[in-house]
């Protein structure tokens, strides 16, 4: 069935599952053919999780999309037969096809190197019908569902790898049964009647085993969205008149009273409204550590109650719980395409036709140029280039990574929009940290009293007692301190509050005033205002000033752990800020940060970001007020902390949903982990084709025949003379997409650095 979501740029998108895709050339057929639907606008196809996310205005009809994915020879899948996770590939129809034809090959192949056929009187007249009518069934039985995908690839005036595997099978079998059906033609033409149905079976045994295997490394690679929908609950509790009742997770909305018992997973999103317990959010944010909710606190579908029970009111419910966006962001990021993966997809569009080229050629030197066996030879090198340059490790090396760097950062709690996204962030030389609510944590502390005339508790009590009536956040600041004290409050009359000033009234008898320099000012009172990192709160009674609070919004943990690890892997950090500059650069000197730009407004934000990015500089902009959506917007990475403003996330590329600035820095590093490794995927993927079509080709005949030949520990790659073996060509084209999803899998178990 179609699932639907919504992207950051609000375009509707609907998730299609698909089936038997499994190479670039496939996903390209799938997009093409689905573009033609009506109301389809844009699809970007992912083979290794077998979806495709379709951009749509209006409401595609099914069959129509069905159609044209069958058309272009998949399968369009109902609810029924996916529900949404990263299927667990079959692998019993890929296994029923390739084994018969691996053993039944591998049995010609022993008995012919034995040359045991003479010892039951077979001549060439007879043992060649009897293996041609042995291994035709069993090859085409195990070659149909590549010869299909290559028929319909040439009804499109197209090729992909399943082409190249087809022409060398065929070539292989072709020669070998023109040899039995008319061997006189051989015979004349001076030809050798030898035949090569064990290569044929063998080559598409080990490439429908490879495919086996590269299907079950490929799940593992996109399994985070698995263990992502894994998490969502199927039932709920909930009380409605004093009755409890067990309804489906779907059917709870906005409102309800939902109960959670200890061990249990709490089904949607909401607000505690009774009872206390600590929550296990490791699978969504990322966190080692149980969270201690009460009331008032959020809590989040997926994740687990753990020792208490408690009572909350649904808040999100359906598509808008955190974990339904997570898994909508983790599955348009990995059915996204990064730009290198786009080059890779051009490059293998153009490689399967330069490669039958050179398999042509390579045929037609062999047979006119070799020697008297040189047709056979012209056959063996030909399937061999066939085979051996399969782009399928080309295909596989972004994707896989894309897959696994994506799952990875979810599990961490941090969703890139799309891969592009995650290719930047591996670009990035440059973190640009906002200040507040950013690297600290937005919500002022006392740090310091100072009491004259009065007792420090007096002053407090005194203190507190004005500010309780005030909603002001710095006045929740000394509120919060008074009570961790479980100092009292005194009663007061008069409250008059002074907006942008303070407040003021009178205990037992006492005019009391609580604010700024400004209101000290109205009062008569001087006071010191000499810069400080921190913000003071005046307190006076009866027009003389009794004493000072000191309030500052103290650096988050992690922040400074956060700064060290980008600048051991040389990357800069910048603090950009509206704060005042003594403020400022209190907190970049705490957390070890140097260039401070302070009392930046929002606008002068995004042209700080520009400013970098003219000085050659790749920047990675971190906030979460909507001040900071401008620069977010202009860097080449925008991220947001997910407890931040809308606007910010809605603006940023990444979100982060833990509120930690560790969070950042494992984002950036993840990204860096995952270029790498496409990086080198695609380094290994053109290196492997680059060293073995020429060997392939037969360049490593005259180096063996200027040896004195091949040894024999090496006659089972290359032959007598030094031509490379079809079979070795199947084995070395299944180890090299093995090679590149094994190296993408690396990313599964990425941690961050250890500091120090």
Same mark, same amino acid.
């Given at each position: 069935?179609?699932?639907?979501?919504?992207?950051?740029?609000?375009?509707?998108?609907?998730?299609?599952?698909?089936?038997?895709?499994?190479?670039?050339?496939?996903?390209?057929?799938?997009?093409?053919?689905?573009?033609?639907?009506?109301?389809?606008?844009?699809?970007?196809?992912?083979?290794?999780?077998?979806?495709?996310? !379709?951009?749509?205005?209006?409401?595609?009809?099914?069959?129509?999309?069905?159609?044209?994915?069958?058309?272009?020879?998949?399968?369009?899948?109902?609810?029924?037969?996916?529900?949404?996770?990263?299927?667990?590939?079959?692998?019993?129809?890929?296994?029923?096809?390739?084994? %018969?034809?691996?053993?039944?090959?591998?049995?010609?192949?022993?008995?012919?190197?034995?040359?045991?056929?003479?010892?039951?009187?077979?001549?060439?007249?007879?043992?060649? /019908?009897?293996?041609?009518?042995?291994?035709? %069934?069993?090859?085409? +039985?195990?070659?149909?569902?590549?010869?299909?995908?290559? +028929?319909?690839?040439?009804?499109?005036?197209?090729?992909?790898?399943?082409?190249?595997?087809?022409?060398?099978?065929?070539?292989?079998?072709?020669?070998?049964?023109?040899?039995?059906?008319?061997?006189?033609?051989?015979?004349?033409?001076?030809?050798?009647?030898?035949?090569?149905?064990?290569?044929?079976?063998?080559?598409?045994?080990?490439?429908?085993?490879?495919?086996?295997?590269?299907?079950?490394?490929? *799940?593992?690679?996109?399994?985070?969205?698995?263990?992502?929908?894994?998490?969502? /609950?199927?039932?709920?509790?909930?009380?409605?008149?004093?009755?409890?009742?067990?309804?489906?997770?779907?059917? &709870?909305?906005?409102?309800?009273?939902?109960?959670?018992?200890?061990?249990?997973?709490?089904?949607?999103?909401?607000?505690?409204?009774?009872?206390?317990?600590?929550?296990?959010?490791?699978?969504?944010?990322?966190?080692?550590?149980?969270?201690?909710?009460?009331?008032?606190?959020?809590?989040?579908?997926?994740?687990?109650?753990?020792?208490?029970?408690?009572?909350?009111?649904?808040?999100?419910?359906?598509?808008?719980?955190?974990?339904?966006?997570?898994?909508?962001?983790?599955?348009?990021?990995?059915?996204?395409?990064?730009?290198?993966?786009?080059?890779?997809?051009? !490059?293998?569009?153009?490689?399967?036709? !330069?490669?039958?080229?050179?398999?042509?050629?390579?045929?037609?030197?062999?047979?006119?140029?070799?020697?008297?066996?040189?047709?056979?030879?012209?056959?063996?090198?030909?399937?061999?280039?066939?085979?051996?340059?399969?782009?399928?490790?080309?295909?596989?090396?972004?994707?896989?990574?894309?897959?696994?760097?994506?799952?990875?950062?979810?599990?961490?709690?941090?969703?890139?929009?799309?891969?592009?996204?995650?290719?930047?962030?591996?670009?990035?030389?440059?973190?640009?940290?906002?200040?507040?609510?950013?690297?600290?944590?937005?919500?002022?502390?006392?740090?310091?009293?100072?009491?004259?005339?009065?007792?420090?508790?007096?002053?407090?009590?005194?203190?507190?007692?004005?500010?309780?009536?005030?909603?002001?956040?710095?006045?929740?600041?000394?509120?919060?301190?008074?009570?961790?004290?479980?100092?009292?409050?005194?009663?007061?009359?008069?409250?008059?509050?002074?907006?942008?000033?303070?407040?003021?009234?009178?205990? *037992?008898?006492?005019?009391?005033?609580?604010?700024?320099?400004?209101?000290?000012?109205?009062?008569?009172?001087?006071?010191?205002?000499?810069?400080? /990192?921190?913000?003071?709160?005046?307190?006076?009674?009866?027009?003389?000033?009794?004493?000072?609070?000191?309030?500052?919004?103290?650096?988050?943990?992690?922040?400074?752990?956060?700064?060290?690890?980008?600048?051991?892997?040389?990357?800069?950090? &910048?603090?950009?800020?509206?704060?005042?500059?003594?403020?400022?650069?209190?907190?970049?000197?705490?957390?070890?940060?140097?260039?401070?730009?302070?009392?930046?407004?929002?606008?002068?934000?995004?042209?700080?970001?520009?400013?970098?990015?003219?000085?050659?500089?790749?920047?990675? =902009?971190?906030?979460?007020?909507?001040?900071?959506?401008?620069?977010?917007?202009?860097?080449?990475?925008? =991220?947001?902390?997910?407890?931040?403003?809308?606007?910010?996330?809605?603006?940023?590329?990444?979100? $982060?949903?833990?509120?930690?600035?560790?969070?950042?820095?494992?984002?950036?590093?993840?990204?860096?982990?995952?270029?790498?490794?496409?990086?080198?995927? $695609?380094?290994?993927?053109?290196?492997?084709?680059?060293?073995?079509? %020429?060997?392939?080709?037969?360049?490593?005949?005259?180096?063996?025949?200027?040896?004195?030949?091949?040894?024999?520990?090496?006659? +089972?790659?290359?032959?007598?003379?030094?031509?490379?073996?079809?079979?070795?060509?199947?084995?070395? =084209?299944?180890?090299?997409? =093995?090679?590149?999803?094994?190296?993408?899998?690396?990313?599964?178990?990425?941690?961050?650095?250890?500091?120090?």
């Amino acid at each position: 069935m179609l699932q639907s979501m919504t992207t950051a740029n609000a375009s509707r998108t609907e998730t299609l599952r698909i089936d038997g895709m499994h190479c670039a050339a496939c996903v390209r057929r799938v997009e093409r053919a689905l573009v033609k639907v009506d109301c389809v606008v844009d699809a970007s196809a992912d083979f290794l999780a077998g979806r495709a996310v !379709i951009g749509v205005d209006g409401d595609p009809d099914r069959a129509a999309l069905s159609a044209a994915i069958s058309g272009a020879g998949y399968e369009l899948l109902d609810q029924a037969d996916d529900d949404g996770a990263v299927a667990a590939p079959d692998l019993l129809p890929m296994l029923s096809r390739a084994l %018969p034809a691996l053993i039944v090959g591998w049995g010609i192949f022993f008995a012919m190197q034995a040359n045991r056929w003479g010892e039951f009187g077979w001549s060439p007249d007879i043992l060649h /019908p009897v293996l041609l009518a042995v291994a035709s %069934p069993i090859l085409a +039985w195990s070659l149909w569902p590549m010869l299909r995908r290559a +028929w319909l690839a040439a009804m499109r005036r197209s090729t992909d790898m399943d082409t190249l595997i087809v022409i060398g099978v065929f070539a292989a079998w072709g020669y070998g049964a023109a040899a039995t059906l008319v061997p006189a033609a051989f015979e004349s033409a001076g030809a050798a009647r030898d035949v090569f149905f064990d290569t044929a079976l063998i080559i598409v045994g080990f490439v429908g085993l490879g495919r086996a295997l590269e299907a079950r490394v490929r *799940q593992l690679a996109a399994s985070a969205l698995t263990r992502l929908l894994e998490l969502a /609950p199927q039932t709920a509790r909930i009380s409605s008149d004093g009755v409890e009742r067990d309804v489906p997770a779907s059917e &709870v909305e906005v409102g309800d009273l939902v109960l959670v018992r200890p061990g249990e997973l709490i089904p949607v999103d909401g607000t505690v409204a009774s009872g206390q317990s600590s929550v296990d959010q490791a699978a969504l944010t990322g966190e080692s550590l149980p969270v201690a909710k009460g009331p008032t606190d959020g809590v989040y579908a997926g994740t687990i109650n753990l020792d208490g029970a408690f009572s909350y009111r649904a808040t999100q419910v359906g598509t808008e719980t955190a974990l339904a966006r997570i898994t909508a962001a983790v599955e348009r990021a990995q059915s996204s395409k990064a730009p290198v993966q786009r080059l890779a997809d051009r !490059i293998a569009s153009v490689f399967v036709p !330069i490669v039958i080229l050179v398999a042509v050629i390579t045929f037609v030197a062999w047979g006119l140029l070799g020697n008297d066996a040189s047709w056979t030879g012209a056959v063996l090198s030909s399937v061999a280039v066939l085979v051996v340059a399969c782009p399928c490790a080309l295909g596989l090396a972004t994707p896989a990574a894309i897959a696994a760097g994506a799952g990875r950062a979810a599990s961490l709690g941090i969703l890139f929009r799309d891969a592009e996204a995650l290719e930047a962030a591996g670009r990035v030389d440059t973190v640009a940290w906002d200040k507040t609510g950013t690297l600290t944590s937005g919500r002022h502390e006392v740090t310091s009293v100072e009491a004259f005339g009065v007792t420090e508790q007096e002053l407090l009590q005194l203190a507190d007692s004005i500010e309780r009536q005030s909603e002001h956040p710095l006045a929740a600041a000394i509120v919060a301190h008074v009570d961790s004290l479980e100092l009292s409050p005194l009663d007061i009359s008069g409250f008059t509050s002074h907006p942008g000033r303070g407040a003021s009234g009178q205990i *037992q008898g006492r005019d009391l005033a609580v604010g700024n320099a400004k209101l000290m000012s109205a009062l008569g009172i001087e006071v010191s205002e000499e810069e400080r /990192p921190t913000t003071p709160v005046y307190v006076a009674s009866g027009g003389e000033l009794i004493g000072v609070i000191q309030l500052g919004d103290y650096v988050k943990d992690g922040a400074a752990e956060a700064v060290d690890l980008l600048r051991r892997r040389g990357l800069e950090s &910048v603090l950009i800020s509206g704060d005042t500059e003594m403020s400022a650069r209190e907190v970049g000197r705490q957390i070890g940060i140097d260039r401070v730009h302070a009392q930046v407004l929002p606008t002068e934000k995004s042209a700080l970001v520009a400013d970098l990015q003219a000085s050659g500089k790749r920047v990675v =902009m971190v906030g979460d007020g909507v001040n900071d959506a401008p620069a977010l917007a202009e860097a080449e990475l925008g =991220m947001s902390m997910r407890t931040g403003s809308d606007v910010a996330v809605e603006t940023a590329q990444v979100t $982060l949903m833990q509120s930690n600035p560790l969070r950042a820095a494992q984002a950036v590093l993840l990204g860096h982990a995952t270029r790498r490794v496409i990086r080198q995927n $695609l380094g290994f993927a053109f290196g492997y084709n680059i060293l073995l079509i %020429p060997l392939a080709a037969g360049l490593a005949v005259p180096i063996f025949d200027a040896l004195g030949g091949v040894s024999g520990g090496l006659g +089972w790659l290359f032959g007598e003379r030094g031509q490379f073996e079809p079979i070795a060509a199947a084995l070395a =084209m299944v180890a090299s997409s =093995m090679s590149v999803l094994g190296n993408a899998l690396r990313l599964g178990r990425w941690r961050l650095p250890a500091a120090g």
